[in-house]
């Protein structure tokens, strides 16, 4: 097996105009918001894999515990020699957890960053010479097909991290329900999915003591200004973090220090001392209310696995 990495432009020739018309989309809008999708150019990327690693954050460590727990019942879920597609695979890290167990014929890892996405797969392609491996440079939150040639086969979508937590319950849905048509009958979807807990454990993993979750949240701000030639600091932000117990999540704010404006593209937005410019949601669910949610996508839920303590849990979702 050739150890190239085959991969497949699916996004961004209109990435620079694409982040441009949302952000602008974004400060035009009241409340501003400013979408999460965008933290992850190469520098927000590797920010993220920090904050994975600091004591506050538990999902991380808690998912990969289950997933080394859980992978012989997954793999026999999954069936040998399937297509294993990883949304938002990032430094592919926790797959690597499966890749033994499910032995697929081909990977697919897809992410917005394409600079870490191409580094991560060349790993994975030296690692597992075995493995097919290919990595399409997209928007999966925008649009979802299969590359051709890959298309059609029998595939598991592995979304790791709790990421379905970004959307809105009744985005998740739609999201989850675009995913299904986009996969093969008998194809699985393996999720994590973060769980309701005590608030004070939920604020500790989003402030972390390090300030390294501050800066991600800064880091929008950094590639504003480098890409889009935004006028604005960076360090003139507050990073805030909260559980909205009433909506069952975190949301994510940059909170102006004092009055200023962000100059972009010909336009002016003042924001006014302590104004917010939402950055980010964290929608945390019951084992039964994500179940729900996966039905009315479309999948039966065939399996579920959380760790002892109960703060988080991967699923199994079959496709009809």
């Known amino acids: 097996m050739s150890l190239a990495v085959r991969f497949h432009d699916q996004h961004v020739a209109e990435s620079r105009t694409a982040f441009r018309d949302a952000v602008i989309a974004g400060l035009r809008a009241r409340p501003r918001a400013l979408s999460p999708k965008f933290f992850y150019d190469r520098r927000g990327s590797l920010l993220f894999e920090r904050i994975c690693r600091q004591p506050e954050y538990y999902l991380t460590r808690t998912e990969e515990r289950i997933l080394v727990g859980a992978a012989d019942e997954i793999a026999a879920l999954a069936g040998p020699e399937s297509l294993l597609v990883e949304l938002g695979s990032g430094a592919s890290r926790k797959v690597r957890l499966l890749l033994e167990a499910l032995r697929p014929r081909r990977y697919l890892g897809i992410d917005i960053s394409r600079e870490f996405l191409l580094e991560s797969t060349r790993r994975l392609a030296a690692d597992y010479p075995w493995l097919e491996v290919h990595a399409a440079w997209a928007d999966f939150s925008r649009r979802l097909a299969l590359p051709e040639g890959i298309a059609g086969r029998r595939a598991v979508a592995f979304f790791p991290g709790s990421s379905i937590g970004n959307f809105e319950p009744a985005e998740a849905e739609a999201f989850l329900a675009r995913?299904?048509?986009?996969?093969?009958?008998?194809?699985?979807?393996?999720?994590?999915?973060?769980?309701?807990?005590?608030?004070?454990?939920?604020?500790?993993?989003?402030?972390?003591?390090?300030?390294?979750?501050?800066?991600?949240?800064?880091?929008?701000?950094?590639?504003?200004?480098?890409?889009?030639?935004?006028?604005?600091?960076?360090?003139?932000?507050?990073?805030?973090?909260?559980?909205?117990?009433a909506a069952s999540r975190i949301e994510m704010h940059l909170v102006s220090r004092?009055?200023?404006?962000?100059?972009?593209?010909?336009?002016?937005?003042?924001?006014?001392a302590g104004e917010r410019l939402h950055t980010e949601n964290s929608c945390k669910y019951s084992v039964a209310g994500f179940q729900a949610l996966a039905r009315r996508a479309g999948y039966a839920p065939a399996a579920v696995w959380t760790d002892p303590q109960g703060l988080f849990s991967m699923h199994y979702l079959a496709t009809p």
């Open 258 to 272: 004092h009055r200023q404006a962000i100059c972009l593209a010909g336009e002016r937005f003042p924001l006014a």
């Open 179 to 245: 995913l299904r048509r986009m996969l093969s009958p008998g194809s699985g979807v393996l999720i994590g999915v973060d769980l309701v807990k005590a608030r004070r454990v939920l604020e500790a993993a989003y402030n972390d003591a390090a300030g390294v979750t501050a800066a991600f949240n800064r880091n929008l701000l950094v590639r504003m200004r480098r890409e889009l030639g935004a006028e604005v600091e960076a360090t003139a932000f507050d990073h805030l973090a909260f559980y909205n117990a």
